[in-house]
C-alpha cells in the first residue's frame, strides 16, 4: 500500500524533467542510477523524462568549445525538449581529489545548467550528491573532502554509512538535523504533524567523501549567492541547502529510500516517516 499522494499537477503528468547522465557510463552503476531515477520520476507522475547526455552534447559541440557556447547548447536543448525542470543526480567522482572523471564534461554542462537557469527562471532544479556539488563549485562555493573537515574516522564513516546496496532496507541511514522555517523543515512538519523542535530530524541514506567547505569564510560565500542552509549532520556537515527560489540541493540520498519503497514500507516507524519526506521533496521537485 502507497503512504503518498501526488500534487494535482505531478499527477497530471505535466512536468518534463531533464536528467542530467549519459547513455556512455564511464563508471560501473552510472547507467543505472539513470535508470532507476527515471523509473521513479515517471511513477511518481513525471510526464517525461528526457536524457541530458552530457558526452553528446560536448561531443557535438567539439574539443575546445568556451562555456557561452555550451550554454547556448544547453539551452536550445532544453527548450527543445520543452524541459521545465532538472534533475543533476549523483556520481562516482569528486571534485577537489581523487577519483577525478576521466573527462570534465559533465561539469562543463553542469557550468552550463547553472548559467541557464541565472536568466531561465521558470526552471527547477533538484540537485543531489554530486550534482549539488557541482552545482556549487560552478559558483565558486568550495568543495572539500570530509576527512579534512572531522576529527574522527568515525565521523568520517558515517558519511558513507550507505555507500554499499543504498537502495536496500535495513541498510544504514544517516540522521539528519532540519532547519526549522526551511521548505524542507514545512515537509518533515507536515509528515510528522508537529513542529516541536525535537520533531525536525529524519533518516537518510548518505555516502559522500566531499561536501561543501564548512569553513566560515565558504559558507558566508555561500550565503551571499542566496543560498540557505536547510539540513546538518550532527558532526556539522552540511546536507541540503536550498536556493533563493526554493530549489532544494541535497547531498543525502532520499531517492534511493523510495526505490522498491514499497518493501520498505511498515517495517519501522522511523523509516516510514524518512519515506514519507522524501516523498514530499519529490513531489515539490514535479509540482509547481
Do not use: W
Amino acid at each position: 500500500m502507497l503512504i503518498f499522494s501526488l500534487s494535482a499537477q505531478a499527477a497530471a503528468g505535466k512536468a518534463i524533467v531533464g536528467l542530467l547522465s549519459t547513455q556512455y557510463s564511464t563508471y560501473a552503476g552510472e547507467d543505472r542510477t539513470a535508470k532507476d531515477i527515471e523509473g521513479l520520476l515517471l511513477k511518481l507522475g513525471a510526464g517525461k523524462v528526457v536524457l541530458i547526455d552530457y558526452n553528446v552534447i560536448m561531443k557535438e559541440l567539439g574539443a575546445g568549445s568556451d562555456a557561452i557556447s555550451i550554454a547556448r547548447r544547453v539551452d536550445k536543448f532544453l527548450l527543445d525538449n520543452k524541459i521545465d525542470r532538472v534533475f543533476i543526480p549523483g556520481n562516482y567522482y569528486n571534485i577537489s581529489s581523487p577519483p577525478f572523471p576521466p573527462v570534465p564534461y559533465r561539469q562543463l554542462v553542469t557550468d552550463a545548467i547553472v548559467s541557464v537557469m541565472q536568466d531561465r527562471h521558470n526552471i527547477k532544479l533538484l540537485a543531489i550528491c554530486g550534482g549539488l556539488q557541482g552545482v556549487l563549485h560552478s559558483q565558486k562555493v568550495k568543495i572539500k573532502r570530509i576527512d579534512s573537515m572531522l576529527r574522527s574516522s568515525e565521523m568520517v564513516a558515517a558519511h558513507n554509512v550507505s555507500e554499499k546496496h543504498p537502495r536496500e532496507y535495513g541498510k544504514s541511514m544517516l540522521k539528519v538535523n532540519v532547519v526549522p522555517g526551511s521548505k524542507l523543515a514545512k515537509i518533515i512538519a507536515s509528515v510528522r504533524g508537529s513542529e516541536e523542535e525535537d520533531s525536525f530530524r529524519f533518516y537518510v541514506p548518505d555516502m559522500h567523501s566531499e561536501g561543501i567547505d564548512i569553513s566560515e569564510h565558504n559558507v558566508k560565500r555561500l550565503l551571499d549567492l542566496g543560498y540557505k542552509v536547510t539540513a546538518y549532520a550532527d558532526d556539522g556537515i552540511i546536507e541540503a541547502v536550498e536556493d533563493s527560489r526554493g530549489n532544494m540541493l541535497l547531498q543525502m540520498h532520499p531517492e534511493f529510500l523510495l526505490i522498491g519503497m514499497e518493501k520498505k514500507v511498515g517495517q519501522h516507524a522511523e523509516v516510514d516517516v524518512s519515506i514519507k519526506v522524501a516523498l514530499g521533496i519529490m513531489d515539490d521537485f514535479l509540482s509547481n
